[in-house]
């Protein structure tokens, strides 16, 4: 790797542990819990106990809070996809290489404000689940990377229900994006629940934070897309494929019109990676007990939900029309290039027309009686 | 000395119930000529089958207690089932007291009462609930009716328009239609 930046001078390291009191202790645990550091059961246990707060934390203290935020979000990102050597979007061209070799040290920067340093006081102190004092973190306030931190906690806190259920309802979890894209069967709270604005996902070090993401967010979809054939509860798949549904469309369309589609290349990963063979709608919603609700309005509701995902790709497909329609002088030819590249590569008529087929399945008056309806390429004249 | 008593209280009560259950969806109209003009068949099509237009636009069929309604424009088709009822339902209760101790006669008549209501309410529920399924079970039988015509239309449609096309194309020489396979050879001359 070359190196481009010299690194900043850093004070000689002790011989030995350096020392703080038993809450600063805790807190540096809490904080490792939630880089994913900390066995999970163990940091569980932590946010769920209270702890008397101390006036301030020692510099110590601060010093190894800054350093373990430092090396784990940056440890997370690089784990998460940002090792790998892709190419992205930069001003319209597509640029290659791995997530530091695609942007300048300078744009690659996370700065974390004070914010984050509060929650983990208020999470060391506090019985998380049931909070005496409160907290909370002005969205506007909150940096890119501590919107990272805060989608860090959140996923290392998912084990525990009691836990999500108080995290979603602070802004800092309910309107941070990142959140929302990950998980956003745990986000919505109920059927109104709305996912936040994503247009400033695409500039700045939140567009990096997203790439460094793609792979992680494919492979959670993924799996969580698996999982939904053991869902259950009617209500409970209805709440989460609304959920998933609007959170994708709404990211779509912002990147759409940032024109940054390599920055959904996660929904495509993720359809591909169902859609290897013809899928039918059981494949969701086989595990769903019992009639459901009276209302047919209702059941098929539910279950158009659960196929959320499959339903993205016909924003997908009309980005590939658009993109096939775009000449070389246009001005988004390169991004509409890597675009159709990407398609082609995921074999991405294929499968959107299988996503489709499960799709309208699942809608009524639909089965085509008495043979198939003629297309319009069928004329005979039409090669005249 | 004590002496027990008994009461008997009656309600009854009559209500309106209604219940409905409605799908939408869309018509897969192909685009073989402009939307106005698929829409313009379309709409001609609806009306040769029952369907009224109305003022805004869509076309409306009453078929028993359900009602199909076409946007011609948009081709999204809603089902929607109704069913209503004038329910009477009464219900009963005693209860027994002392004069000397527990309630007075007329806190406990109130009580039973307040009970009765419960019971009542709980009644019209299980009627609003058979309700629904009767609407929801009328739902889903005409949808199964509906299915085929709903389908011949889209097939009527789509041929009509693919000989419109054609006709703008060149000179049709011969038109041959199979109704059972649905399939549907234009010759023309260009």
Same mark, same amino acid.
């Given at each position: 790797?070359?190196?481009?930046?010299?690194?900043?001078?850093?004070?000689?390291?002790?011989?030995?542990?350096?020392?703080?009191?038993?809450?600063?202790?805790?807190?540096?645990?809490?904080?490792?819990?939630?880089?994913?550091?900390?066995?999970?059961?163990?940091?569980?246990?932590?946010?769920?106990?209270?702890?008397?707060?101390?006036?301030?934390?020692?510099?110590?203290?601060?010093?190894?809070?800054?350093?373990?935020?430092?090396?784990?979000?940056?440890?997370?990102?690089?784990?998460?996809?940002?090792?790998?050597?892709?190419?992205?979007?930069?001003?319209?061209?597509?640029?290659?290489?791995?997530?530091?070799?695609?942007?300048?040290?300078?744009?690659?920067?996370?700065?974390?404000?004070?914010?984050?340093?509060?929650?983990?006081?208020?999470?060391?102190?506090?019985?998380?689940?049931?909070?005496?004092?409160?907290?909370?973190?002005?969205?506007?306030?909150?940096?890119?990377?501590?919107?990272?931190?805060?989608?860090?906690?959140?996923?290392? *806190?998912?084990?525990?229900?009691?836990?999500?259920?108080?995290?979603?309802?602070?802004?800092?979890?309910?309107?941070?994006?990142?959140?929302?894209?990950?998980?956003?069967?745990?986000?919505?709270?109920?059927?109104?629940?709305?996912?936040?604005?994503?247009?400033?996902?695409?500039?700045?070090?939140?567009?990096?934070?997203?790439? *460094?993401?793609?792979?992680?967010?494919?492979?959670?979809?993924?799996?969580?897309?698996?999982?939904?054939?053991?869902?259950?509860?009617?209500?409970?798949?209805?709440?989460?494929?609304?959920?998933?549904?609007?959170?994708?469309?709404?990211?779509?369309?912002?990147?759409?019109?940032?024109?940054?589609?390599?920055?959904?290349?996660?929904?495509?990963?993720?359809?591909?990676?169902?859609?290897?063979?013809?899928?039918?709608?059981?494949?969701?919603?086989?595990?769903?007990?019992?009639?459901?609700?009276?209302?047919?309005?209702?059941?098929?509701?539910?279950?158009?939900?659960?196929?959320?995902?499959?339903?993205?790709?016909?924003?997908?497909?009309?980005?590939?029309?658009?993109?096939?329609?775009?000449?070389?002088?246009?001005?988004?030819?390169?991004?509409?290039?890597?675009?159709?590249?990407?398609?082609?590569?995921?074999?991405?008529?294929?499968?959107?027309?299988?996503?489709?087929?499960?799709?309208?399945?699942?809608?009524?008056?639909?089965?085509?009686?008495?043979?198939?309806?003629?297309?319009?390429?069928?004329?005979?004249?039409?090669?005249? | 000395?004590?002496?027990?008593?008994?009461?008997?209280?009656?309600?009854?009560?009559?209500?309106?119930?209604?219940?409905?259950?409605?799908?939408?969806?869309?018509?897969?109209?192909?685009?073989?000529?402009?939307?106005?003009?698929?829409?313009?068949?379309?709409?001609?099509?609806?009306?040769?089958?029952?369907?009224?237009?109305?003022?805004?636009?869509?076309?409306?069929?009453?078929?028993?207690?359900?009602?199909?309604?076409?946007?011609?424009?948009?081709?999204?088709?809603?089902?929607?089932?109704?069913?209503?009822?004038?329910?009477?339902?009464?219900?009963?209760?005693?209860?027994?007291?002392?004069?000397?101790?527990?309630?007075?006669?007329?806190?406990?008549?109130?009580?039973?009462?307040?009970?009765?209501?419960?019971?009542?309410?709980?009644?019209?529920?299980?009627?609003?609930?058979?309700?629904?399924?009767?609407?929801?079970?009328?739902?889903?039988?005409?949808?199964?009716?509906?299915?085929?015509?709903?389908?011949?239309?889209?097939?009527?449609?789509?041929?009509?328009?693919?000989?419109?096309?054609?006709?703008?194309?060149?000179?049709?020489?011969?038109?041959?239609?199979?109704?059972?396979?649905?399939?549907?050879?234009?010759?023309?001359?260009?």
């Amino acid at each position: 790797m070359t190196r481009t930046a010299a690194p900043p001078t850093r004070p000689p390291e002790p011989d030995g542990p350096r020392p703080v009191s038993r809450f600063e202790f805790n807190l540096v645990r809490v904080l490792r819990f939630f880089l994913g550091h900390f066995p999970s059961d163990q940091g569980i246990q932590l946010v769920r106990a209270a702890m008397t707060r101390p006036e301030c934390l020692s510099d110590t203290a601060v010093g190894l809070v800054k350093d373990s935020l430092a090396k784990g979000c940056v440890l997370a990102l690089v784990r998460a996809g940002g090792w790998r050597s892709d190419r992205y979007l930069r001003a319209g061209k597509p640029v290659g290489g791995r997530a530091w070799e695609r942007s300048p040290p300078a744009d690659l920067a996370l700065a974390f404000s004070a914010r984050v340093v509060e929650f983990l006081i208020w999470a060391t102190a506090e019985k998380v689940h049931d909070p005496k004092a409160p907290w909370d973190a002005p969205y506007e306030e909150l940096t890119p990377a501590d919107e990272l931190f805060f989608w860090l906690a959140f996923d290392a *806190c998912r084990a525990d229900p009691d836990l999500v259920a108080v995290l979603r309802t602070r802004d800092a979890f309910r309107l941070n994006p990142l959140c929302w894209l990950g998980y956003p069967g745990d986000m919505a709270a109920d059927d109104e629940s709305a996912p936040p604005d994503f247009r400033p996902c695409f500039a700045g070090p939140r567009a990096v934070i997203l790439e *460094c993401l793609q792979a992680h967010l494919a492979r959670r979809w993924t799996q969580s897309e698996r999982a939904k054939g053991q869902i259950g509860d009617w209500e409970r798949m209805r709440r989460q494929g609304r959920a998933e549904f609007a959170t994708l469309r709404a990211f779509l369309a912002a990147a759409g019109a940032a024109n940054r589609t390599d920055l959904a290349r996660f929904v495509l990963k993720t359809n591909v990676a169902m859609f290897g063979t013809d899928l039918a709608p059981a494949f969701w919603t086989g595990g769903l007990q019992g009639s459901g609700p009276p209302r047919l309005a209702d059941r098929l509701d539910t279950q158009r939900a659960a196929l959320a995902v499959p339903r993205q790709l016909e924003v997908l497909a009309g980005w590939q029309q658009r993109a096939v329609h775009v000449g070389y002088f246009d001005e988004d030819y390169s991004a509409s290039q890597m675009w159709k590249q990407e398609w082609e590569a995921a074999g991405g008529d294929a499968v959107a027309a299988r996503a489709r087929a499960a799709v309208e399945s699942l809608e009524p008056l639909r089965a085509p009686v008495g043979g198939a309806p003629p297309a319009a390429t069928d004329i005979p004249g039409d090669d005249a | 000395m004590s002496r027990a008593y008994r009461i008997t209280v009656k309600e009854s009560d009559t209500r309106h119930l209604k219940a409905g259950d409605e799908i939408a969806t869309q018509l897969e109209i192909l685009e073989i000529l402009p939307p106005e003009d698929m829409a313009t068949l379309l709409r001609e099509e609806l009306k040769t089958r029952g369907f009224g237009e109305q003022d805004d636009g869509t076309l409306t069929r009453e078929d028993g207690q359900v009602t199909v309604t076409v946007n011609p424009c948009s081709g999204e088709v809603s089902v929607k089932a109704h069913a209503a009822a004038t329910v009477n339902q009464e219900a009963k209760r005693e209860a027994s007291g002392f004069n000397d101790i527990g309630p007075s006669e007329s806190s406990l008549r109130d009580r039973v009462r307040e009970q009765l209501k419960h019971d009542l309410d709980k009644k019209f529920d299980q009627e609003q609930s058979r309700l629904q399924t009767r609407a929801t079970e009328e739902l889903e039988k005409h949808l199964q009716k509906i299915q085929p015509e709903i389908s011949a239309i889209v097939n009527k449609v789509t041929r009509d328009a693919l000989k419109e096309k054609a006709k703008q194309l060149g000179t049709v020489t011969e038109i041959s239609e199979d109704a059972e396979t649905g399939s549907l050879t234009i010759k023309l001359e260009v």
